[in-house]
């Protein structure tokens, strides 16, 4: 009798603890595996006090001839560095494909001055490309870049900012065009990267889709749409500068 009893009680237990639910995991807060400020000295140019103001406010559509900004595009990676790769696709052709792209539009749709990091497939430092933009006299910076993951469900489209309202202004206008490229809108975010941490003067850090991730690098693959990144990133640039 007694044996039968602890046998009950053990089934008892077995049955308690198959029972019990397991609790989901927290999901991690994924970001960018892009350098962070914290990772490297801050380059010579630093200035904070220059990083936290826009030149001028938007001016209404009516205005004639509204003042041309200067503007610091940054394509991420190049030579040694090729960043992300996947789906038969390297980040550093992308991100310089998108930039040139980027530079065309604008100078064909409104008056501005381009500067760019690198103008083909070369490395160039970190420090090398905040010391670059910040003797342009920039009135902000946009780098861009490819997500990849571990996880190939991984998709969709984030910007990236890390000083001031004015640059979070900048990356929140940036990503609502790039959302309308269909792709999935991861929202913005606030990360301590080199490169727009030490730039004196607004700026944001874009990754338009993940090249892990087949359907996104399909895309990605595609000129058409490197245009519509390219199309979406200047209507931004445009948002954030004039308002409109």
């Given at each position: 009798?007694?044996?039968?009893?602890?046998?009950?009680?053990?089934?008892?237990?077995?049955?308690?603890?198959?029972?019990?639910?397991?609790?989901?995991?927290?999901?991690?807060?994924?970001?960018?595996?892009?350098?962070?400020?914290?990772?490297?000295?801050?380059?010579?140019?630093?200035?904070?006090?220059?990083?936290?103001?826009?030149?001028?406010?938007?001016?209404?559509?009516?205005?004639?001839?509204?003042?041309?900004?200067?503007?610091?595009?940054?394509?991420?990676?190049?030579?040694?560095?090729?960043g992300a790769s996947?789906?038969?696709?390297?980040?550093?052709?992308?991100?310089?494909?998108?930039?040139?792209?980027?530079?065309?539009?604008?100078?064909?749709?409104?008056?501005?001055?381009?500067?760019?990091?690198?103008?083909?497939?070369?490395?160039?430092?970190?420090?090398?490309?905040?010391?670059?933009?910040?003797?342009?006299?920039?009135?902000?910076?946009?780098?861009?870049?490819?997500?990849?993951?571990?996880?190939?469900?991984?998709?969709?489209?984030?910007?990236?900012?890390?000083?001031?309202?004015?640059?979070?202004?900048?990356?929140?206008?940036?990503?609502?065009?790039?959302?309308?490229?269909?792709?999935?809108?991861?929202?913005?975010?606030?990360?301590?990267?080199?490169?727009?941490?030490?730039?004196?003067?607004?700026?944001?850090?874009?990754?338009?889709?993940?090249?892990?991730?087949?359907?996104?690098?399909?895309?990605?693959?595609?000129?058409?749409?490197?245009?519509?990144?390219?199309?979406?990133?200047?209507?931004?640039?445009?948002?954030?500068?004039?308002?409109?």
């Amino acid at each position: 009798m007694k044996k039968k009893l602890v046998s009950t009680s053990l089934i008892v237990c077995l049955v308690l603890l198959t029972a019990v639910p397991v609790l989901a995991q927290p999901k991690v807060q994924e970001f960018a595996n892009e350098p962070l400020a914290s990772d490297f000295p801050a380059p010579d140019s630093f200035n904070p006090n220059l990083s936290t103001t826009k030149t001028t406010q938007p001016v209404s559509p009516q205005v004639v001839d509204p003042p041309p900004p200067i503007i610091v595009l940054d394509p991420g990676h190049g030579g040694s560095d090729g960043g992300a790769s996947g789906n038969g696709l390297v980040e550093k052709n992308l991100t310089l494909n998108i930039a040139n792209k980027t530079k065309n539009l604008i100078y064909a749709r409104w008056p501005a001055t381009v500067y760019m990091t690198r103008t083909s497939d070369v490395y160039v430092s970190l420090d090398g490309r905040v010391n670059y933009a910040n003797s342009t006299g920039a009135d902000f910076f946009v780098s861009n870049h490819i997500n990849s993951s571990t996880d190939a469900s991984a998709n969709g489209v984030e910007t990236y900012w890390q000083k001031a309202d004015t640059s979070q202004e900048l990356a929140t206008d940036l990503q609502n065009k790039l959302i309308q490229s269909g792709l999935y809108n991861r929202g913005v975010k606030q990360n301590n990267y080199y490169v727009i941490t030490y730039s004196n003067m607004p700026a944001a850090l874009a990754e338009t889709g993940f090249i892990s991730n087949s359907s996104d690098a399909s895309q990605l693959s595609q000129d058409s749409f490197q245009d519509t990144l390219a199309s979406e990133l200047v209507t931004g640039m445009h948002l954030y500068w004039w308002g409109f």
